[in-house]
């Protein structure tokens, strides 16, 4: 992987000393062969610019880019066909404007068709058809779950296909969070960050910065859920209310902690686990534990027993959209029926002398 990235590098640089050299040779614009020079080398990393940027981009947003660029040169060739004839000015400055018209128009029509490039649908192109039935659905990431960090491992497990999708106004709700006066708002922000940056890195996953927004909605989860809706993605989000809003708008949702919640053993009533009293419950003499994966488990006939490992009995499992909760009870004579061989024989042998004595 580093050797082609360093011929990829070196083939850069070979193309834009061959623009350079070819601009010192022709010198356009009347210009000595030095300027000559740094204007072709300029051009040739302007290229190598937009070529990075047209790779990141989407299949429908090349055919909208080439089709409005294509349009917009068409309609500035006939602009100036039809008006040099009767064009007051002539020479170089008549030259100059039927070259550039051209180039601006179909500069024009490119940003036009790239902005538009949202209401191209590849499933009603017939020869992208079975390509496009076989790609999953883009994953727009929210700004919870990009903190959160754990999609970073459901990507690297290969659970997760297909693009995924940042948006700028999350990048920019990231930032504001890195930036504040708060210590743990400014970790979690810089987490986030961080997270976007190895999703970038991971060979299977294709991460788009999608620029495209909704100035007239000010609200970060309302624009989340007008791109999915213009893209026909699923919003990947921890949060509650994201969830909730974008499921009654028709839009679907992958929720990590229901994801981790159904991964978490299933623990039936009447089953027995041992666990480790943490502190004091809510209710009387209730003590709280948790499992490895932060499941709580309540416990009854627990406090006094806080800072201790028991074996307990479950007796019935609780499921919220926060999370499982498992309740069970400390059942005193079960331990005791444990103990009592060896506390039998301490009292036979305690009781013997005095009988026969």
């Known amino acids: 992987m580093r050797r082609s990235g360093s011929e990829i590098i070196s083939l850069r640089i070979v193309f834009v000393a061959l623009i350079a050299a070819i601009a010192a040779a022709y010198r356009p614009f009347g210009l000595n062969s030095y300027f000559s020079a740094i204007l072709g080398a300029g051009a040739g990393a302007a290229i190598n610019a937009a070529e990075l940027r047209v790779r990141r981009a989407s299949l429908p947003s090349l055919l909208a880019a080439s089709a409005g660029a294509l349009l917009g040169a068409l309609l500035g060739v006939l602009l100036v066909s039809v008006l040099s004839p009767s064009a007051p000015i002539s020479g170089s400055t008549a030259q100059f404007f039927r070259v550039c018209v051209p180039i601006l128009s179909a500069f024009v029509g490119l940003l036009a068709g790239a902005s538009k490039a949202h209401l191209i649908s590849l499933q009603k192109i017939g020869i992208f058809t079975a390509d496009a039935t076989l790609a999953p659905p883009a994953k727009i990431l929210d700004t919870s779950v990009i903190i959160d960090g754990r999609i970073c491992e459901i990507a690297e497990s290969g659970f997760l296909e297909g693009e995924l999708l940042v948006p700028q106004f999350v990048l920019h709700e990231l930032q504001q969070v890195a930036d504040s006066s708060d210590s743990a708002r400014r970790n979690r922000g810089r987490r986030g960050l961080d997270v976007v940056q190895r999703l970038q890195k991971i060979p299977r996953i294709r991460l788009e910065i999608s620029v495209q927004d909704y100035p007239a909605v000010r609200e970060v989860d309302l624009k989340l859920i007008e791109l999915a809706k213009s893209r026909s993605a699923k919003i990947v ?56 994966d932060g499941t709580m488990v309540v416990v009854d006939n627990a406090k006094r027993l806080i800072s201790k490992t028991i074996d307990i009995t479950v007796t019935s499992v609780l499921q919220t959209t926060a999370g499982k909760m498992i309740f069970g009870k400390y059942d005193e004579r079960s331990q005791a029926e444990h103990r009592s061989p060896s506390g039998l024989s301490a009292t036979a042998s305690a009781g013997g002398p005095s009988a026969t004595g």
Do not use: W
């Open 237 to 292: 989000t921890n949060d509650f209310n994201l969830n909730k809003l974008a499921q009654v708008q028709g839009v679907e949702v992958l929720n990590i902690n229901e994801l981790a919640n159904a991964l978490k053993p299933v623990v039936l009533p009447g089953e027995s686990m041992r666990v480790f009293i943490l502190k004091e419950g809510k209710e009387y003499n209730q003590g709280v534990a948790y499992l490895d």
